[in-house]
């Protein structure tokens, strides 16, 4: 199990900007880097869905509503993940988790992997 912590989230008005950061302090740093890292999240009543994810060497995936609004970031030395967000809609409204996985989900479904404990995103004015 991957201890994994999450900060940043909040709340944000429509056309705002988010920062969310994750950090696993307790792996190694040759450890972290075998790992694809990303942001899922949930809004209530709905299934957990893709945000974005960054492989060990740079190969990212964005979820198709937040293409050109949101950016993924790892920082292997530090072993932190951070997810940019612009451009805050109401409908990026939900709880933001931050993984850990190795080897790519079936399509649809999300990842076995490790999940941080979630932060809450409001966007409203």
């Known amino acids: 199990q991957v201890h994994i912590v999450e900060s940043g989230g909040g709340m944000a008005q429509p056309g705002g900007s988010l920062r969310l950061s994750c950090k696993t302090p307790?792996?190694?740093?040759?450890?972290?880097?075998?790992?694809?890292v990303g942001w899922y999240r949930q809004a209530p009543g709905k299934q957990r869905e893709l945000v974005a994810t960054?492989?060990?060497?740079?190969?990212?995936n964005y979820g198709d509503s937040v293409k050109g609004r949101f950016t993924i970031s790892r920082d292997n030395s530090r072993k932190a993940v951070t997810l940019q967000m612009n451009n805050l809609k109401p409908e990026d409204t939900a709880v933001y988790y931050c993984?850990?996985?190795?080897?790519?989900?079936?399509?649809?479904?999300?990842?076995?992997?490790?999940w941080g404990q979630g932060t809450q995103v409001t966007v409203a004015s």
């Open positions: 960054k492989t060990y060497d740079g190969i990212t």
């Open positions: 307790r792996l190694i740093t040759s450890t972290f880097n075998t790992y694809t």
């Open positions: 993984t850990l996985f190795r080897g790519p989900p079936p399509p649809g479904a999300v990842p076995q992997g490790d």
